[in-house]
């Protein structure tokens, strides 16, 4: 039991260390005005102060504002983070940035798909009144929406099932987007208030 446990510390140990120089090669790429986009979200993440803020802003605008190769990149960056941070916050951010980024890939694959194809634009229609029953919802509010959808899709009644299991992903999606909203805020309010201190 005991070599199991320090054979455990030892792993954890590791990752922490993988973590670091992950965090350190970001920093130093940012320095020398050559940074990815994953080392603007790491920055932010883990220096959550002024500086962090201006330089990337909210790491939603990051995600929404890539091409298809660069969402790929960035996903692949995303999974190294989340298998290395052991702490149970930063983990939540990096699962929820992965999803937001799995989804703005799928929609940017659609909107391929509807420029070969105008037949592919119903689809993006429905997706985007679905997107509408979200706005302005709490993350606590939507995580309720979704437990009553898979209650619905659970009891198997007389309802268009593919219609509502896509509204189960989509509010999954925005389950995560907004979570990542309320950080957000929550970093910018620590911001302004630190800096109204050093003000006074």
């Known amino acids: ?6 054979r455990v510390r030892g792993q954890e140990q590791e990752g922490q260390f993988h973590l670091e120089q992950a965090r350190i090669r970001s920093e130093i790429r940012i320095k020398d005005s050559r940074e990815n ?3 603007l979200i790491a920055y932010y993440i883990y220096n959550a102060d002024n500086t962090a803020v201006e330089i990337m802003g909210e790491p939603l605008s990051v995600v929404d504002n890539l091409g298809l190769d ?27 940035l992965e999803i937001v980024c799995k989804e703005q890939i799928r929609l940017v694959n659609a909107r391929m ?7 592919n634009s119903i689809n993006a229609a429905v997706n985007g009144d679905v997107a ?3 706005k ?16 619905k899709l659970k009891k198997q009644g007389p309802i268009d099932v593919s219609y509502w299991e ?8 925005a ?20 800096a109204r201190s050093k003000a006074t």
Request: charged share 35%; aromatic share 8%; hydrophobic share 30%.
């Open 166 to 173: 896509n509204v189960a992903t989509q509010a999954h999606v």
């Open 37 to 39: 986009p994953i080392d």
């Open 136 to 151: 302005g919802k709490t993350s606590s509010q939507l995580e309720d929406m979704h437990k009553g959808i898979q209650e």
């Open 1 to 6: 039991k005991q070599w199991y446990q320090r």
């Open 70 to 96: 660069d969402l790929e990149d960035l996903q692949a960056d995303i999974r190294v983070y989340m298998d290395l941070d052991k702490n149970q916050t930063e983990k939540i951010f990096w699962t929820d």
């Open 113 to 119: 798909k509807v420029d070969q194809n105008p037949r």
């Open 175 to 194: 389950i995560s987007r907004t979570r990542l909203q309320e950080r957000h805020q929550q970093i910018t309010k620590k911001k302004d208030y630190v």
């Open 132 to 134: 509408n029953i979200f």
